[in-house]
């Protein structure tokens, strides 16, 4: 009775075996000629709208390369703790055979460099032999080891193929997400983010309907259609009608940089001094208040200048108070992003268009030195506030926005004006 049993099961592994066996069998002699090619894409999947059409004018050449290959390709991802060697023996690899694989890689290839997540794809022919091992160097280059009779190792170049892309979409979600469904690579967005994060607060400033308009170079490599992005060329924001714009620049000390039309570098820092042809009255610290007698900390900077006198917003930010504040008088105070604030006192009168609410740009006027509330006499008190607490505005420490100038900017506003025109076309056409 358990004979037959034991029978019966061996029969029902035997012809499930040969089963898999012939559909898989059929899979292949059916598909065999896009398999590598399908395989390899999935392992770098993802993002490649753009690149379907052009692989019409490609996929000749990859059929034909491909076409001398009839193994199947098995891939295997390296794991934590896996080493080559561990693989190959997985494989059944004798150990001769190991150390004669490996040797001969590391003839042009560190095996060490090569980490957990990638993948390895092994090559087998009909019979199960494993004919070829492969796997990616870099981005651009598979190192191939053929396992016939000798082993030999070739070193495949792929073809990379540059392109610049430009796209503009609405935001009714977030910045992120509409660009997702937009069609632009997180890789891209993650960029626009650190690139406006000078200028933006995204928790609070981005509303519906701000327009982003972007073009940015990324590269495909034709083979595996796996896409690289690169720089973004150009940004724009557009909210409530105010545009932020930065276009990118090689300085002439060899840095990728971004600057605005007017050559000012996107990393702005907030101004020391908001206003021009000052001098400075009164420092930072401890002080016999002039008007009340007691030693008091003085919480800004004092810059005496003439009632009337501009001053400027010390960085781009949104107005959080406009009006009458006690002893400061006339007062303005401006959020920045990444927790800053700065405050404005004594001021003569505000710009118009000031109010609570309204974003204001580096360098726009919003009111005008003057002499109200506790005061001995025209001059603007500054603060700038971190975090809820008065620092020291001459001993702010913030990246140095650079402003290019003379021929450097004559070059810059020469390479903005093509990679507009560009980013137009490519908008439009
Ligand atoms: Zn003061």
């Known amino acids: 009775m358990f004979r037959i049993l034991r029978y019966l099961i061996l029969i029902f592994i035997i012809s499930t075996g040969y089963y898999l066996f012939i559909s898989e069998y059929l899979n292949i002699t059916e598909k065999n000629i896009y398999k590598e090619e399908i395989v390899r894409k999935e392992i770098v999947e993802d993002k490649k709208k753009i690149i379907q059409e052009k692989k019409e004018e490609t996929s000749p050449n990859i059929k034909k390369s491909i076409d001398k290959v009839q193994f199947v390709e098995k891939k295997i991802e390296i794991l934590q703790g896996d080493t080559f060697v561990s693989i190959l023996e997985n494989l059944n690899f004798k150990q001769k055979k190991i150390y004669e694989v490996i040797s001969k ?178 420092n930072f610290g401890m002080r016999k208040h002039p008007i009340s007698g007691f030693n008091k900390m003085h919480k800004g900077v004092d810059f005496a200048a003439p009632t009337g006198t501009p001053i400027y917003a010390g960085g781009n930010g949104i107005v959080e108070y406009v009006g009458r504040n006690g002893g400061y008088g006339k007062y303005i105070r401006i959020r920045h992003n990444n927790g800053y604030k700065t405050a404005y006192a004594h001021l003569s009168n505000y710009n118009k268009g000031i109010s609570k609410g309204v974003r204001v740009n580096q360098g726009e006027v919003i009111g005008y030195v003057g002499s109200t509330g506790n005061s001995t006499g025209p001059h603007l008190h500054y603060e700038i506030i971190y975090q809820n607490k008065h620092i020291n505005p001459l001993k702010l420490k913030l990246p140095s926005g650079k402003i290019l100038e003379g021929k450097e900017l004559e070059k810059f506003k020469e390479e903005y004006k093509i990679i507009y025109a560009d980013h137009l076309s490519m908008l439009y056409e």
């Open 105 to 282: 890689i590391e003839d042009s290839f560190d095996l060490k460099k090569i980490k957990t997540g990638e993948i390895i794809s092994v090559f087998e022919n009909n019979y199960g032999e494993i004919k070829k091992i492969e796997f990616f160097k870099n981005t651009e280059t598979i190192i191939s080891v053929n396992l016939d009779k000798e082993i030999n190792l070739n070193i495949i170049k792929l073809t990379k193929a540059s392109f610049i892309e430009s796209k503009e979409y609405t935001i009714t979600e977030s910045l992120f997400s509409d660009g997702i469904k937009n069609g632009v690579s997180s890789d891209i967005l993650v960029k626009i983010i650190s690139l406006f994060s000078f200028d933006l607060d995204f928790q609070r400033d981005i509303r519906v309907n701000t327009v982003v308009s972007i073009s940015y170079e990324f590269d495909e490599i034709v083979e595996t259609g796996r896409l690289e992005y690169n720089d973004i060329k150009y940004a724009s924001i557009i909210i409530d009608g105010k545009q932020l714009e930065y276009f990118k620049f090689i300085t002439d000390d060899g840095y990728v940089d971004y600057f605005n039309r007017d050559g000012k570098n996107v990393k702005k820092s907030i101004l020391k001094t908001p206003l021009d042809g000052a001098r400075i009255s009164s």
